[in-house]
Every structure is written in structure tokens, then in C-alpha cells.
């Protein structure tokens, strides 16, 4: 079955899709994200196969009885991949192609090829093949025929010269020369990674002072739509998952007098591959250091409340569980049962409703956007020079001034501020802020 490994690629294939769920497992999937994910990266779904089993078999998974019936099934179709909704070993997929015989992908693979299509700038190529070669590394069982075999003799032959004097012989084995290829460049790409990082951090840390917004939420849920509608950054938008692989930060003003940086993420889904979550660590920094995620919503879609809690999943997995999260449910516009917002708007009543796409509800957005950025109303008493125009300025742009009194080079200057602006006032450096009662 060597020559279905060929390519792991899945391009204008005709894909069957498979679910294995233990029978005592309640909340088996139904398999319309995998159709979503197999569409995405080009394949043509001709058929599902679901089942339950009393417990995964270690040759099979599903047992060969079952792998027998899925085989049928591919012949029937014409099938040529086969795509599991489960991660499998190496051992399970090398003993499926072998019975059904057809190309078998589980569910990390074909994330990691819909990124690895995905991918554009040199940043997202990096932590793709990274991610790839990281689910590669343990996996290796000599499913690629892209690295030569090495024979033991010795000679003038290329294969006879990789190892050098001393390894002329019964030569190396092949998984060997492989696993050590794989390590050197996993270490190569980690390198070169981290040095992204470091500029980010410097990137992030030349913002301080800026109010940091971060779009999140599952993929092709509008969040891209969402930046546009707000910015008008004319970012690439399409109808289907990951169209996002890179992060974009643009400046938005939700009201006047007040500027915040907002940032577009890449899309999660459920079970996302832990080797993509670790790999664009870099990308996903804008969410760990954001003042205030936007968790966008697709409400449009029936399993919007599983998506709500993939999401949360992987935010937690990033370290983002404390921060301050505004849901907003998108895509109100093309809703076909209106008692799915309905239900989404009691199970999260502080949630906003409305549609990137036409505009609905952005207003209502951005003036939740301004309360959570001033924070509580504060009176404050500021004493100043005359000539610290920042301090002065600063006032009138995020706050409203009560009251100005001057003497000699100094002024006095009673505002009402929010909260969250306090340290940023602070740090123009006036002579002093006192908080004043009411």
C-alpha cells in the first residue's frame, strides 16, 4: 500500500468519512464538521460511515469486520481517501490501507494539509511544516518514499556514502537516517520560530499604552468580515475554514477621542491538533496579550454552542482563560430559526447580536467596546504644569473636564475619567491625581 502514501495531499478526491464512537459515549459526533474540513481541502464527500463500537481496536480501530464493510463501501463509491473523525497510529492506518484499499487520513492530517494550503507568508509556512513534521516524527514507518533507502554496501553509490567510513556494512536502518532528518530540521524550524517570537514580543511591547483587542472564535465564524466591517482593512474573506492563517492588526476608533488596536486570529475548531496550537504559538500571542477578546459567533450555524465551548477549550489551553471575553453573535442576517439566537441570547445574556455583513448591531458593539476600555466613571483631581500639554490633552481626548483653574505656571484640572485610563494618565507624569469622592 506504499503508493496510496505517495502524497498527503487530499485534492479533488472522493472521500469517504468515518466516525467511531465508543457505545456509551452520549454526544457522538455527526460528522458535518469532517465533511466541512474534507470539502475545504478539496475533496468531494460521496459517503459516511458511522459506528459505534464497544472499544477501539488496536490493529483497526473499528475492527476488521467493520474495515471490511468500509472497504465495500470504498469500491462501491469509487472512494479514493478515507477520513477518519479519530486520530489513529501509525500501525491502525498502515492496517486499514491494507484492507480497504484506499488512502486513510484521520483528522489531525487533514487539518494540518488544509493549513498546509492555507499558508502564505513565510511565518505561517514555518509553523506549518513544523506542526506537520512534529505529528511526522513519531509516526515514521516508512509511509514516504521521499528519502532513499541506504544500503549497507559501500562503494561509489550515493546510498553507500551517506554514513561514511565505519558504517559501510549491514548499513543504517532507513527509520533511523529519517527520525534524525526529521529531529534536525523540527530543531531548525523551532529556530528560526523563535526568532519570530522575539520580534513579535518587541511588536507587542512598542504597543503599550494602546488598548489591545482580539478577534477569536471558530473558524468561518465572520471574524475576518468582522475586522473589515470595523476598520476597513480589506483583509482576504471567504466563505471557508481557516481563510485566516495570520494575524492582522489594525487601528479602530469605536467612538471619537478613543483608539484601540484590533487583531484578527486564526479560527479554531474542535480537537484542534495540539501541534498547531503549540507551532503558532506566535500568532496566537495577540490573544494572550489582549486587554479584551471579541468571542465571534457564527449563530447561523446548529452547533454553534459546541463550537462556543471548542473555542474556550483551546483559549484555556493558551493561557487565556482570565481574560475579559464580549461574545458577539454574528451572522444574524442568515439565521433560519430564530429560536437558536433566541436560546444563545438567554444562555448568554450579556452577549451582542449582530451581522458583520450588513452592519447590524456594529453601533451597539462599539459603544460596549468604549464602556469596557474607560472601565467605571472616576472623578479625578490632576495638578500639572501649564506646559505638559499631554496630560491636558490626554483629558480631553478620554475624559470630559469639570472644572480648570490656573495659577502662575500651574493648573488644576477636576475630570471625569474611566477607570482604565488611570495609569496611562499617570504615566504622562503630572504632579499628582487624587481620586475625588462621587
Known amino acids: 500500500m506504499e503508493k496510496v502514501r505517495q502524497t498527503l495531499r487530499v485534492k479533488k478526491e472522493r472521500a469517504v468519512l468515518v466516525g467511531a464512537f465508543l457505545r456509551n459515549r452520549p454526544d457522538a459526533e455527526d460528522l458535518a464538521e469532517l465533511a466541512a474540513l474534507a470539502r475545504s481541502a478539496g475533496a468531494v464527500v460521496v459517503d459516511r460511515f458511522q459506528q459505534k463500537i464497544r472499544s477501539v481496536n488496536p490493529s483497526t480501530y473499528i475492527g476488521k469486520g467493520k474495515a471490511e464493510q468500509l472497504r465495500d463501501r470504498v469500491k462501491r463509491f469509487k472512494a479514493d481517501v478515507v477520513i477518519f473523525d479519530n486520530d489513529l497510529s501509525p500501525g491502525q492506518i498502515r492496517e486499514l490501507e491494507k484492507i480497504v484499499q484506499a488512502k486513510v487520513l484521520d483528522r489531525s492530517e487533514l487539518i494540518l494539509d488544509i493549513f498546509a494550503s492555507r499558508a502564505k507568508t513565510r511565518q505561517a509556512k514555518l509553523q506549518v511544516e513544523l506542526a506537520q513534521l512534529e505529528y511526522t516524527y513519531p509516526r515514521l514507518t516508512r509511509m514516504w518514499s521521499h528519502l532513499d533507502t541506504v544500503a549497507g554496501a559501500g562503494g561509489g553509490t550515493a546510498a553507500g556514502t551517506v554514513g561514511g567510513i ?19 530540521r523540527i530543531t531548525e524550524l523551532k529556530r528560526e520560530l523563535a526568532n519570530i517570537d522575539r520580534r513579535r514580543i518587541r511588536e507587542i511591547k512598542g504597543r503599550e499604552g494602546l488598548f489591545k483587542i482580539c478577534l477569536v472564535g471558530y473558524t468561518n465564524a465572520g471574524k475576518s468580515t468582522l475586522l473589515n466591517a470595523l476598520t476597513g482593512a480589506g483583509v482576504f474573506v471567504e466563505d471557508r475554514l481557516f481563510a485566516t492563517l495570520d494575524t492582522r492588526t489594525r487601528r479602530w476608533s469605536p467612538t471619537r477621542g478613543v483608539e484601540v488596536l484590533l487583531s484578527d486570529t486564526v479560527g479554531f475548531v474542535r480537537n484542534l491538533p495540539h501541534q498547531l496550537v503549540a507551532s503558532f504559538k506566535a500568532t496566537l500571542e495577540e490573544a494572550v496579550n489582549a486587554d479584551l477578546l471579541l468571542h465571534v459567533v457564527d449563530v447561523s450555524n446548529p452547533e454553534a454552542l459546541g463550537q462556543i465551548e471548542s473555542v474556550n477549550v483551546v483559549l484555556e489551553q493558551i493561557g487565556c482563560s482570565d481574560k475579559e471575553v464580549l461574545m458577539v453573535l454574528n451572522k444574524v442576517d442568515a439565521i433560519g430559526r430564530q429560536g437558536s439566537l433566541e436560546m444563545l441570547e438567554t444562555l448568554f445574556p450579556e452577549a451582542l447580536s449582530i451581522s458583520a455583513k450588513s452592519g447590524y448591531g456594529l453601533g451597539r458593539l462599539s459603544r460596549a467596546v468604549v464602556r469596557i476600555f ?43 475619567l474611566g477607570q482604565n485610563q488611570l495609569a496611562a494618565l499617570r504615566g504622562l507624569r503630572p504632579r499628582s491625581v487624587e481620586l475625588l469622592e462621587g
Do not use: M, W
Open 374 to 416: 474607560k472601565g467605571s466613571e472616576l472623578r479625578v483631581r490632576v495638578f500639572c504644569d501649564q506646559s505638559n500639554g499631554k496630560v491636558q490633552s490626554f483629558l480631553r481626548r478620554h475624559g470630559r473636564i469639570l472644572e480648570e483653574r490656573y495659577a502662575d505656571s500651574q493648573v488644576l484640572i477636576d475630570a471625569s
Open 166 to 184: 565505519g558504517t559501510r556494512g549491514p548499513g543504517e536502518q532507513q527509520l533511523e537516517i529519517d527520525r534524525r532528518l526529521v529531529s534536525k
